[in-house]
């Protein structure tokens, strides 16, 4: 029986010319931008696209002219062939907004028994999980692939994988005094009337932080505060909040560590926006210490947590 898994993410800018790509796909997708009209939903992504193109590569310029994405997906999936796959257990990935695509991915595996799609998500919206299992559900239905599909779903109160995050903060935190730190968990935020119609994405992450709340107490690790922000806000809809922006110039301690809690690989968003834009303004509020812990990425733990979860 060959068995193939497939982890689904949005997508990395490998090079300065996949900037135009990712924009025009995220903003394309009806999940992203939910105008039912498809004409006019991409007219209406090419003018958004046209408006960010520019500020969007002056940032991956800042990177090294990529994201980090792609390259530590590649890392997981060879570390995860080498650690546990064999000839009849394939590990893969699938992009949703830049290269490989589903259809691109799935194409090589026309002949396996059982394909195991895993969304890289660990709380559920329409705008990743239900737009990523779309696409590679549809690219499965082209391609004509008669394999059993099993897919796994959001893994927020997976004990082992919040055990992870919480040894990561650790370790992180080496030797500095918690009490005196607020730890802050950063979310990429929603419209709000995407909750409002029913994604669960808001009610996952507040039922998350209670449960790393009552871990790291567990553990010890007593932060001065601890709490949920929100990060990635664009144009003038109402959007999840508190906002980052705004949660940071008003802590006293002038001393934050940020964890992406919505986020299992770095990105442009944690590696710019956290590690570079928020530091802007820490720095600009005198703070005196500010850290941004790294996503799970290709660590061994994180290996581990997919092969037993598939």
Not at 101 to 120: M, N, Q, R
Not at 163 to 177: E, R
Not at 222 to 229: D, G
Request: glycine share 4%; net charge neutral.
């Amino acid at each position: 029986m060959k068995r193939v898994v497939i982890l689904l993410n949005m997508g990395g800018v490998d090079n300065l010319s996949q900037v135009r790509v990712f924009l025009t796909n995220m903003f394309n997708d009806p999940y992203i931008l939910g105008i039912k009209n498809r004409h006019l939903r991409a007219f209406v992504a090419w003018m958004i696209t046209m408006m960010r193109l520019k500020p969007a590569t002056q940032n991956y310029i800042q990177l090294g002219g990529k994201s980090a994405l792609g390259d530590i997906t590649r890392s997981l999936v060879a570390k995860l062939n080498s650690k546990f796959g064999f000839d009849n257990l394939i590990f893969d990935y699938a992009m949703n907004y830049t290269p490989p695509f589903a259809s691109d991915t799935l194409a090589k595996y026309k002949d396996a028994d059982e394909i195991v799609l895993f969304p890289l998500y660990p709380h559920h919206s329409v705008t990743t999980i239900t737009s990523s299992l779309d696409s590679a559900k549809r690219a499965i239905g082209n391609l004509d692939i008669k394999a059993k599909i099993k897919v796994v779903d959001y893994f927020y109160k997976n004990s082992k994988f919040n055990d992870i995050i919480v040894s990561h903060i650790a370790k992180s935190l080496g030797d500095d005094d918690a009490s005196k730190i607020d730890l802050i968990f950063s979310a990429h935020s929603l419209p709000q009337k995407v909750i409002d119609s029913g994604d669960l994405y808001e009610k996952h992450l507040n039922e998350h932080l209670e449960i790393l709340k009552s871990n790291l107490n567990n553990c010890g690790l007593r932060f001065n505060s601890v709490s949920l922000a929100y990060q990635s806000r664009l144009g003038p809809v109402k959007w999840l909040g508190p906002n980052l922006s705004e949660v940071l110039p008003s802590l006293s301690s002038k001393r934050a560590m940020i964890y992406p809690i919505s986020f299992c690989i770095d990105n442009s968003e944690t590696d710019f926006e956290l590690a570079i834009e928020y530091k802007h303004i820490a720095d600009d509020n005198k703070f005196s210490y500010y850290k941004v812990v790294k996503a799970l990425n290709d660590s061994d733990e994180f290996i581990s947590f997919i092969a037993q979860n598939i």
